[in-house]
């Protein structure tokens, strides 16, 4: 039992309101305070101060529950004085498609079977193609499709049914699809590639090359077109590194340039030299370069590709005889920065930069995207600030940065989906 002078203080609170309040300045210290009185998370926390406004956007038609109706991927690219946007959803048999000007949606391959990972890509002449992953009776299949041409369509199969990565990059003429593929055991990786053209007579498909060297066990390519109908191939290869070192599997990065026929133009080059995990490769091509964005997770972040490590750029140089290292990459992140997911490189905001690198950071419980403009070595020439912040993974990166240093951003927003413009200062 307490003492006589406790019980004495607890029959006084509980005469006078039932506790303990506490006084806000401009209200009167009685009653029961308001709700708008009191302090909250958001008000009383300074603003994040942002460098990006949205300036407009344009609802997707037919995505009016995209949030909570399965929705697997969302991608865009620039269209005739507008957008394309495609769209896979679990479990359906159609990819969604929709164009600005259109008033509803659309949909392309109809059927049996799961269509995902879809890929854009418009060729030096504007024409569309999109690629894509089915899935039919426990075998899978790359395909590419094109507006340019309704008399058919090329495919590949997935050998093995291990996983497939696509990717897609426009050529002066055509495109140029690659993918992986798993050999027999024991398990090795190979990097393939092809050429897809429309002729006269509908689309042309190209031989199928290996593009990577056989001992290695490659995967996740990642394709840029260069100016003059030329591409460039990245892609991640694994390794195990030696107990003496680590007792770990390290992630190397190599590229190869590719000719307009699809052939291999010199030998792959590593572009990675350090034990470490590299991963979530995005890449801007200049003239006679590219700028090779990345995550490096640090040797002892074993498969690490969840959050942490570093956003770093690397120059890779692209002469008529392939490619050729210009230089260790640069870190953009900032010490201590908590970098969360796979980067962007875009066209740059800004004139006199070489390119612009955005990422998400973890941030407590928010996520901010960010950006940073670069030279053309690969370093930071402007502080990093939040472009714009949302709340969990929802935030998304520009899927490009026009002529107008607008970055455009494909995105789910609220219960349904939009493509929005920001303007963007940079510090």
Do not use: K, Y
């Not at 609802?59 to 995209?66: E, G, Q």
């Not at 340039?257 to 200049?286: C, E, K, Y």
């Not at 959050?307 to 490619?323: Q, S, T």
């Not at 928010?366 to 709340?391: F, K, M, Q």
């Amino acid at each position: 039992m307490p003492p006589m002078w406790a019980r004495s203080l607890i029959l006084a609170l509980l005469a006078i309101g039932g506790g303990c309040r506490r006084t806000t300045h401009g209200a009167a210290d009685a009653g029961d305070l308001g709700d708008a009185l009191l302090p909250t998370g958001v008000s009383d926390a300074p603003p994040v101060r942002t460098a990006c406004r949205r300036v407009g956007g344009q609802a997707v038609p037919s995505l009016d529950h995209a949030a909570d109706g399965g929705l697997e991927a969302l991608v865009a690219t620039p269209g005739d004085g507008g957008v394309r946007v495609f769209w896979s959803v679990a479990g359906a048999g159609t990819l969604g498609r929709w164009s600005t000007g259109q008033t509803t949606a659309g949909a392309i391959e109809a059927g049996s079977g799961d269509r995902s990972d879809p890929v854009l890509a418009t060729d030096g002449r504007g024409a569309l193609a999109a690629a894509w992953v089915g899935s039919r009776m426990g075998a899978r299949e790359h395909v590419l499709w094109t507006t340019d041409s309704a008399t058919g369509r090329c495919s590949g199969a997935e050998g093995r049914d291990e996983g497939l990565s696509l990717s897609l990059a426009g050529l002066a003429r055509g495109w140029l699809i690659v993918w992986d593929e798993d050999g027999p055991a024991p398990a090795a990786g190979n990097i393939r590639g092809q050429v897809v053209t429309v002729g006269a007579q509908g689309i042309l498909c190209g031989a199928q090359r290996t593009l990577s060297p056989a001992p290695q066990d490659a995967a996740d390519p990642m394709a840029v077109a260069l100016p003059g109908g030329r591409a460039v191939v990245f892609w991640l290869t694994a390794r195990d590194v030696d107990a003496t070192e680590s007792n770990d599997t390290a992630t190397d990065i190599w590229g190869v340039a590719i000719g307009p026929s699809g052939a291999p133009v010199g030998a792959p080059l590593r572009v990675t030299r350090t034990v470490d995990h590299h991963f979530g490769l995005s890449a801007l091509a200049g003239p006679d370069a590219v700028w090779l964005g990345l995550r490096g997770g640090g040797p002892s972040d074993s498969e690490g590709r969840g959050d942490g490590g570093e956003v770093r750029v690397v120059r890779v140089d692209v002469g008529p005889l392939g490619l050729a290292r210009a230089g260790d990459p640069g870190v953009v992140s900032d010490d201590g920065a908590n970098p969360t997911g796979a980067p962007r490189v875009t066209r740059s905001l800004t004139a006199g930069a070489a390119a612009e690198v955005w990422w998400r950071e973890r941030r407590g419980e928010r996520i901010e995207v960010r950006h940073r403009s670069i030279d053309a070595s690969g370093r930071p020439l402007t502080a990093a600030l939040p472009s714009w912040v949302e709340p969990a993974m929802g935030a998304t990166l520009p899927s490009w940065v026009d002529e107008r240093a607008q970055a455009w951003v494909a995105r789910i927003d609220g219960d349904g989906a939009e493509v929005a413009r920001f303007a963007c200062t940079v510090p």
